[in-house]
């Protein structure tokens, strides 16, 4: 693979949580590939945007030896080398480009669930399993508690009960893992999805302008995807309470209904349009709501 300066490439996870969801939100930017026989190389045959297909712990190294431009990395990779390589003395090495909405997890520090938590100076002196240690110690630096950190690769929620440490801090979602080893989430020390990361420097040739284009097509595409279209009717008398339940929602387009002297409403909301929403709004007078996804748009 030669460093052409004219292409943008683009590392994303081979097989794992964020593969599927990285291409599918790169196909709907408009791109597209030609595989090659190895299955780790892909040729942008729409736009000069190749991708490269690595597990996900070698992207941030891939972005700052220069390898790939950009990478689909979750938050909680990104910063763990961040941190690691600032240490260095070398200044941040990545910028978080854009939030992608995906791969949502917690890094937690988790307790047994027999343990009365009173909060984190109760850390002190005990063992801490984890895979961030860099993560970690920085939290335990700005908490000012002096606490083991025992850096796992993998499986750190059984580290309490091989005796390798007291408590851990790992990634969570659901925390169905953490209740199945008899622990329970204490405390967040980060927020984490997946995210498009680049180095921290911007391009200064014709990988600028291919970059640039990518991230105006990324947030069409972001956008969209958390927009939905509300369509209802309402008696005149309940639109003054109708339009504060959608603060998330453009200026709503109001018709009158032909022969009646109801409203028919369509407002394009850019949050989440949950069934609560949709209850409350039938509770303040809507009838006959609609929710439709929205499919294009071009402001
Ligand atoms: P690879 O083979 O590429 O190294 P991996 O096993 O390290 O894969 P995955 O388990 O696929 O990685 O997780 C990738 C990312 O998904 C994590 O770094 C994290 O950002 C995100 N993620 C979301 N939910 C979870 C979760 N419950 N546990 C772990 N990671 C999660
Ligand atoms: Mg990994």
Redesign the pocket.
């Given at each position: 693979i030669g460093g052409g300066r004219d292409r943008l490439r683009i590392a994303i996870?081979?097989?794992?949580?964020?593969a599927e969801p990285a291409r599918a939100l790169l196909t709907a930017c408009g791109l597209s590939w030609r595989e090659s026989r190895d299955r780790l190389f892909c040729y942008g045959e729409s736009l000069p945007i190749d991708l490269l297909l690595v597990?996900?712990?070698d992207i941030p190294g891939l972005i700052r030896d220069g390898v790939c431009d950009l990478g689909v990395v979750?938050?909680?990779?990104l910063v763990e080398q961040d941190i690691a390589l600032t240490r260095t003395g070398a200044g941040p090495a990545f910028a978080e480009l854009r939030a992608l909405g995906f791969?949502?997890?917690r890094l937690d520090i988790a307790v047994p669930d027999t343990w009365d938590w009173q909060g984190p100076p109760q850390l002190a002196g005990l063992r801490i399993a984890t895979s961030y240690p860099a993560i970690l110690q920085r939290w335990l630096d700005d908490q000012g508690i002096e606490a083991g950190v025992v850096e796992l690769s993998g499986s750190v929620e059984i580290a309490p009960k091989l005796g390798q440490a007291e408590v851990i801090c790992d990634?969570?979602?659901?925390g169905a893992t953490l209740a199945a080893n008899q622990l329970r989430p204490a405390t967040t020390l980060l927020q984490?999805e997946?995210v498009l990361a680049g180095p921290a420097h911007a391009f200064d040739d014709a990988r600028g302008a291919l970059a640039e284009l990518l991230l105006r097509r990324l947030d069409g595409v972001l956008r969209m995807r958390n927009s939905k279209l509300l369509m209802f009717q309402a008696a005149r008398d309940d639109v003054p309470a109708l339009l504060p339940l959608l603060p998330d929602a453009e200026s709503p387009t109001v018709m009158r209904l032909d022969g009646d002297d109801g409203l028919a409403l369509q407002a394009l909301c850019h949050g989440a349009v949950t069934w609560q929403r949709l209850e409350e709004l039938k509770r303040a007078g809507a009838r006959g709501l609609m929710v439709v996804p929205v499919e294009g748009m071009l402001a």
């Open positions: 996870q081979k097989s794992g949580r964020l597990r996900d712990d979750g938050r909680n990779v791969g949502a997890c990634l969570v979602s659901s984490s997946a």
